[in-house]
C-alpha cells in the first residue's frame, strides 16, 4: 500500500511539472513517506528527517513535507521536533498533495492535511506515470474496519472504503490496452470489498469481473484476512484463467491464546482448514503468511506452537516480524510485554525455519515447467532475464532482453532460497 501511495505521489507531482532529481542534494522538493506499523520504521523515518534538517539549512526554499501514517500519527510531536516541515500530509489526503505544494510558498508555518478525506476515491493515475509498464498496484479499497489487537493502522487509514467497481474495472482496461499484463489488488482486507457497498459486488465478483479484461493475463491481490475469505473467492482462484495461484493469507501466530488475545477471529484448527481446502482445489498454489513473534504475553509454548504450525502449514514465504507495541493500541497496555532479546531470539529461530523451508517448496518445483513473466535482464548475471511464475517466484535464466514484457515458459533446474530457474 505504501509503494501504491507513493508512486501516486509521485505521478500526481509529474503531472503539476515536477520531474525526479539527480541527487537528493539538487531536488527542489523531498517528500518522507512513511509508516507506522512498527517502531522501527518511525525512528528510521525520524533519523531521515534529522539528515534532510541540514540540507533544509542550506538551502531553505526546498520543499520538505512528511506523508503517511506518521504524518496522521505523530503530527504534533512531528511540528515539535521538525519545525522546518513545510507540510504535514495524512495518508486520507494524499491527493491534495498538489495543492498542498502550490500553497507552501505563502505560508511561514508547516501546513497541516490530516484526518478523514474529503473524498474518499483514491485519485487515478495517468498511464504514463506509473513507474512499471508491465505490473500496476490497483488499490481496491482503503481503510479497515477490524481491530487486531497489535495493529495501528485502522485508527490512522480510518475505516473500510471500497472504491467503485465500475471505476476498478475501468482502470484495468485502461491498463491492459496500454500493454500491462499484471495488476495487483490493495486492500488492507480485500476480502472485505464491498461489505460497505450494501447491494453492490463483493470481492469474488470484482475478481470475476477483472477476468474478463481482455489482455490482463495476471490478477493479484493482497492481503486476505483469513476470518473473511469466502469460498467464492477460493473458487475464484481455482477456476478464473487469469486470477495467479498465489496466496498471502496472515495467521500472524499459532497459538490459539495468542491469536485469541490479538482479537483475529480464527483458530489455528480454521485456518488449516482453510488452507487445506484452497490446497485441495488448486493443489499448485503457493501460501505465504504474516507472522508476529513476541505478541505480550507470549510465552515458550505459544512460541513452540508458533513453529509447529508453520512446519505444518508449510508456507512457501513469511514476512516475519518481532511485536512491536503501538500506543493506543490495546495491545500496548497488556501485561507480560516480552523483553527484546526474547523477542529478537524468537525472529531468529522463525526466519531460520522458513527459510528452510522456503528452500525445500523451491526444490521441489526442480523438474517443473513455469510461466515466467519476464520482468527485465538479471544485474547480477549477464546473458540472463528476470522474471516471476504465477505464484510469484522470482526465476532466472539465459535470454535474450527481446523476451522482456513477454509470458515464457521456463524449465526449473536449479532452485535456493530466493530464486529458482535455470543457471
Ligand atoms: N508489531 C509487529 N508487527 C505488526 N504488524 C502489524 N502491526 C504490528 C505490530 N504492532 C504486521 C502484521 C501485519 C503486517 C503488515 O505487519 O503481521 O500483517
Ligand atoms: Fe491491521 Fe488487522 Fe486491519 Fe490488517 S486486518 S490492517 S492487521 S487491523
Request: aromatic share 6%.
Amino acid at each position: 500500500m505504501n509503494k501504491s501511495d507513493s508512486e501516486m505521489m509521485n505521478g500526481l507531482l509529474r503531472q503539476k511539472g515536477y520531474l525526479p532529481a539527480a541527487a537528493i542534494e539538487e531536488a527542489d522538493l523531498i517528500l518522507v513517506n512513511t509508516c507506522s506499523v512498527r517502531a522501527h520504521a518511525e525512528s528510521r523515518a525520524l533519523g531521515r528527517l534529522g539528515e534532510l534538517a541540514r540540507l533544509k539549512r542550506k538551502r531553505p526554499d526546498i520543499i520538505l513535507g512528511v506523508c503517511g501514517c506518521m504524518a496522521e500519527r505523530q503530527r504534533d510531536h512531528l511540528l515539535q521536533k521538525a519545525p522546518y516541515l513545510d507540510f504535514i500530509l495524512g495518508p486520507r489526503r494524499l491527493a491534495e498533495l498538489p495543492e498542498i505544494v502550490d500553497s507552501v510558498n505563502s505560508r511561514n508555518s508547516p501546513l497541516l492535511c490530516t484526518g478523514p478525506e474529503r473524498d474518499p476515491s483514491p485519485p487515478s493515475l495517468h498511464l504514463s506515470l506509473r513507474e512499471n509498464n508491465l505490473k500496476a498496484w490497483l488499490p481496491i479499497s482503503l481503510g479497515c474496519n477490524n481491530f487486531c489487537a497489535y495493529c495501528i493502522v485502522p485508527s490512522l487509514r480510518g475505516p473500510l472504503k471500497s472504491r467503485d467497481s465500475g471505476e476498478i474495472i475501468k482502470e484495468a482496461e485502461s491498463l491492459a490496452e496500454n500493454g500491462y499484463r499484471e495488476v495487483t489488488l490493495l486492500g488492507q482486507n480485500v476480502n472485505a470489498y464491498g461489505q460497505d457497498r450494501p447491494g453492490e459486488i463483493d470481492f469474488a465478483g470484482l475478481l470475476e469481473q477483472l477476468n474478463a479484461v481482455a489482455g490482463l493475463s495476471r490478477i493479484r491481490f493482497a492481503t486476505s484476512h483469513p476470518k473473511d475469505i469466502s469460498s467464492r473467492v477460493i473458487d475464484a482462484l481455482a477456476d478464473l484463467p487469469s486470477v495467479c495461484e498465489a496466496l498471502h493469507l496472515p495467521i500472524q501466530a499459532g497459538s490459539n491464546n495468542v491469536l485469541a488475545r490479538m482479537k483475529r477471529g480464527y483458530t489455528v484448527e480454521r485456518y488449516l482448514e482453510i488452507i487445506s481446502q484452497i490446497r485441495e482445489k488448486i493443489p499448485k498454489i503457493a501460501i505465504s503468511t504474516d507472522i508476529i513473534v513476541g505478541f505480550p504475553g507470549e510465552t515458550e509454548d505459544d512460541f513452540e506452537a508458533t513453529l509447529a504450525l508453520v512446519e505444518e502449514a508449510g508456507f512457501d514465504g513469511a514476512f516475519t516480524f518481532k511485536y512491536s507495541p503501538r500506543p493506543g493500541t490495546p495491545a500496548a497496555e497488556m501485561p507480560d510485554q516480552i523483553p527484546e532479546e526474547v523477542r529478537k531470539a524468537r525472529l531468529d529461530r522463525l526466519i531460520k525455519l522458513q527459510n528452510r523451508i522456503t528452500q525445500q517448496k523451491n526444490e521441489a518445483l526442480i523438474g517443473s515447467e513455469q510461466e515466467v513473466l519476464v520482468e527485465g535482464k538479471n544485474p547480477k548475471r549477464p546473458g540472463f532475464l528476470l522474471g516471476r511464475t504465477r505464484t510469484d517466484k522470482t526465476t532466472t535464466f539465459a535470454g535474450h532482453e527481446s523476451l522482456i514484457g513477454q509470458i515464457v515458459n521456463v524449465n526449473i533446474t536449479k532452485a535456493t532460497t530466493w530464486c529458482i530457474g535455470d543457471w
